[in-house]
């Protein structure tokens, strides 16, 4: 899996068939999932184990077999358990709005006039089908794949209007725009993680007081702001070490660690293992 970052640039699929598939495991070097958010639609499906995860300001535990509907603009962000998770992602509107009677549905979505239900568990074991077809097809990429994998996307939606499996959007909800606060902010920690960066200077991204940003940010990312920051070098240093033939200072350097010994600690602490031993277990992989 390509790693899906925060405002996301990167393209899914191609321009002739915006909806692509990704699968991760433990030897993925982003198999944790730093908080992020991206245009597209994204829907996640756990396979094995579990997945702690984040929406915006909810949190949810989820199990094997699960589907995780992400929307547009959702911030997420995930610590997986002995899991393996696939996603499909993908732009509606090119994608699926080929026609009026099809538009006028969607349309509901794009406008924030509903909110489509975040978690899809065997209570509705019709999405779940619907969701293992899109799947397969997108795994095996057959004959026809891209027909099969439309077509169980159209009968998934299909049967959300159906089954009613959405709720209608608060107007002017005042905790998303205190989350649209807190996009800036992700995005300026993940162009900036190799300097230094201040409490002060998050907070007044943010347009918080520091008590307050502290306070806010925690109740939605689980963690301090710096606690957060140290998190996410250390991701990236693992990242920096799977993909790139690099030393373990070099990688410390490059993700804003200026005392190694620090990140030693600091990479022990988020990952339960030095670095060295981070990379021998990549060797062997």
């Known amino acids: 899996m390509h790693y899906l970052d925060y405002n996301e640039k990167q393209a899914h699929g191609t321009a002739d068939f915006p909806l692509a598939y990704y699968y991760v495991d433990e030897h993925h070097p982003r198999y944790h999932m730093p908080f992020h958010w991206h245009k597209e639609t994204e829907l996640l499906r756990i396979v094995e184990g579990q997945l702690r995860l984040s929406l915006d300001d909810r949190e949810y535990v989820v199990s094997a077999g699960e589907l995780i509907y992400i929307g547009e603009g959702v911030i997420h962000g995930g610590e997986p358990e002995n899991c393996i998770y696939e996603c499909a ?23 924030r006039q509903i909110q489509i239900l975040m978690r899809f568990t065997q209570k509705q074991p019709e999405i779940l089908t619907r969701a293992e077809t899109l799947y397969g097809s997108l795994r095996k990429k057959s004959p026809g794949w891209e027909m099969t994998s439309l077509g169980a996307l159209f009968e998934l939606y299909g049967m959300i ?58 109740a939605v990312i689980h963690r301090t702001p710096i606690d957060y920051l140290n998190y996410y070098r250390i991701e990236r240093a693992c990242y920096l070490m799977a993909t790139e033939d690099i030393s373990v200072t070099e990688a410390a350097y490059r993700c804003g660690f200026n005392d190694s010994s620090y990140f030693v600690r600091a990479f022990k602490k988020y990952k339960n293992v030095t670095p060295r031993q981070y990379m021998q277990r990549l060797e062997k992989t």
């Open 89 to 111: 992602v993908f732009d509606p509107k090119p994608l699926l709005m080929h026609t009026h009677a099809i538009r006028r549905y969607l349309y509901r979505i794009q406008r």
């Open 161 to 218: 209007f159906d089954r009613e499996y959405y709720t209608p959007c608060a107007s002017g909800d005042h905790t998303q725009g205190k989350l649209k606060q807190l996009k800036p902010v992700l995005e300026y920690m993940e162009l900036n993680y190799q300097s230094p960066i201040t409490l002060e200077d998050l907070s007044r991204l943010a347009g918080m007081s520091s008590k307050y940003f502290c306070r806010f940010f925690r």
